[in-house]
């Protein structure tokens, strides 16, 4: 059986037409999931809670101020025991 050219070329651009669609399609669909994801994204960093600041285990100021008096007590007045030599 003999097929014609313009028969083979009607079935490929088809068969292309077809492909096209089916990729515009899924593409669409992602960028649409995409877009609804980064909205939900968006909200839940709006609506978050701020964790509260880490003070760690360190000494507070008053503490420091005391334990300098106490531990510079005959030391030479210079880097840490500047201003804590009576």
Do not use: W
């Not at 960028?31 to 880490?54: C, G, I, M, W, Y």
Request: hydrophobic content about 30%.
């Amino acid at each position: 059986m003999h097929t014609s050219t313009r028969s083979k070329t009607m079935t490929r651009t088809s068969l292309s037409a077809i492909t096209l669609f089916a990729v515009l399609s899924v593409f669409n669909m992602s960028l649409a999931q995409s877009h609804s994801n980064s909205a939900f994204a968006t909200e839940a960093v709006k609506h978050a809670k701020r964790p509260k600041p880490d003070k760690g285990k360190g000494e507070t100021i008053p503490e420091r101020d005391r334990r300098l008096l106490r531990e510079c007590k005959g030391r030479p007045n210079a880097g840490a025991c500047e201003g804590y030599v009576h």
